[in-house]
C-alpha cells in the first residue's frame, strides 16, 4: 500500500482559511467514509481533529472541517491562529487496515 | 479520563530486542482496538498494524511482519509492542494510539517511546 498524498506544506496568515487535501484511491479515500486527521505538534501526542470524513470530536473547534469529494479528502481550518502551525496527516481506512498520507506542515505566517 | 502511558525511552544495540508497553487507564481495555504507529526521525506517521484487545490477535502491516509482535496483558491493562533483531533504522518513536472513533481511527494517543538503535 502507497501512502495517501498530501502537499508537503502549506501556509497562510492568522486569520485566513487554509485546506489541506489527502489524495487516495477507490480502495481507500473513495471507498470508505472512515477518514480521519491528525494534529501533530513535534515532540508531542498526535491529536485527532476531525473522523468519519467530517465529524469533530468534542473539544477540537468548529474552524477545523473536513469534506471529501470522489477519491481526495480535505481539512480546512479557518480563522487560522499561531496554535495551529503543526503537521497534519490524514489517516484512511482500507480493508481491515489503515494508512497515513506523508503529512502536512502547516506555517502560520 | 483516558490515558495510554507508554514506557520510557530504550537505547539498544543492533541485533537485540526490545519491548515497548503502553497502560491504558480510564476506559475499558478490552473495548477499543489498539493501533501501533511509528514516526522515524525525520519521517512521517507510518501505521504499524493494530491488536483486537478482545481476542490478542494482531494485524500487522505489510512493512511491519516478522520482526514485530504486539501482545496484551488485560490483567494489567497493558499492550505490548516487542521488536526483535533490531537495526539502526529501528530508531523511531513508537505510539500506541486507541482505536476508539471506529474503524481504525485513533482517538486517545499515548506519549510515545523513543526507541533509538546504535552500535
Known amino acids: 500500500q502507497s501512502a495517501l498524498t498530501q502537499p508537503r506544506s502549506v501556509s497562510g496568515s492568522p486569520g485566513q482559511s487554509v485546506t489541506i487535501s489527502c489524495s487516495g484511491t477507490?480502495?481507500?479515500?473513495?471507498?470508505?467514509?472512515?477518514v480521519s486527521w491528525y494534529q501533530h505538534h513535534p515532540g508531542k501526542a498526535p491529536k485527532l481533529m476531525i473522523y468519519?470524513?467530517?465529524k469533530r470530536p468534542s473539544g477540537v473547534p468548529d474552524r477545523f472541517s473536513g469534506s471529501k469529494s470522489g477519491n481526495t479528502a480535505s481539512l480546512t481550518i479557518s480563522g487560522l491562529q499561531a496554535e495551529d502551525e503543526a503537521d497534519y496527516y490524514c489517516c484512511s481506512y482500507a480493508d481491515s487496515s489503515t494508512m497515513f498520507g506523508g503529512g502536512t506542515k502547516l506555517t502560520v505566517l | 479520563q483516558v490515558q495510554l502511558v507508554q514506557s520510557g525511552s530504550e537505547l539498544k544495540k543492533p541485533g537485540a530486542s526490545v519491548k515497548v508497553s503502553c497502560k491504558a487507564s480510564?476506559?475499558?481495555?478490552?473495548?477499543?482496538?489498539i493501533n501501533w504507529v511509528r514516526q522515524a526521525p525525520g519521517q512521517g506517521l507510518e501505521w504499524m498494524g493494530w491488536?483486537?484487545?478482545?481476542?490478542?490477535?494482531?494485524t500487522y502491516a505489510q512493512d511491519f511482519t516478522g520482526r514485530f509482535v504486539f501482545s496484551l496483558d488485560t490483567s494489567v491493562r497493558t499492550t505490548y509492542l516487542e521488536i526483535s533483531s533490531l537495526k539502526t533504522e529501528d530508531t523511531a518513536v513508537y505510539y500506541c494510539?486507541?482505536?476508539?472513533?471506529?474503524?481504525?481511527?485513533?482517538?486517545?494517543w499515548g506519549q510515545g517511546t523513543l526507541v533509538s538503535v546504535s552500535s
Open positions: 480510564g476506559y475499558t481495555l478490552t473495548t477499543y482496538a
Open positions: 468519519d470524513v467530517t
Open positions: 477507490s480502495s481507500d479515500v473513495g471507498g470508505y467514509n472512515y
Open positions: 491488536i483486537n484487545t478482545n481476542t490478542g490477535n494482531p
Open positions: 494510539a486507541r482505536a476508539g472513533a471506529g474503524f481504525l481511527q485513533s482517538d486517545y
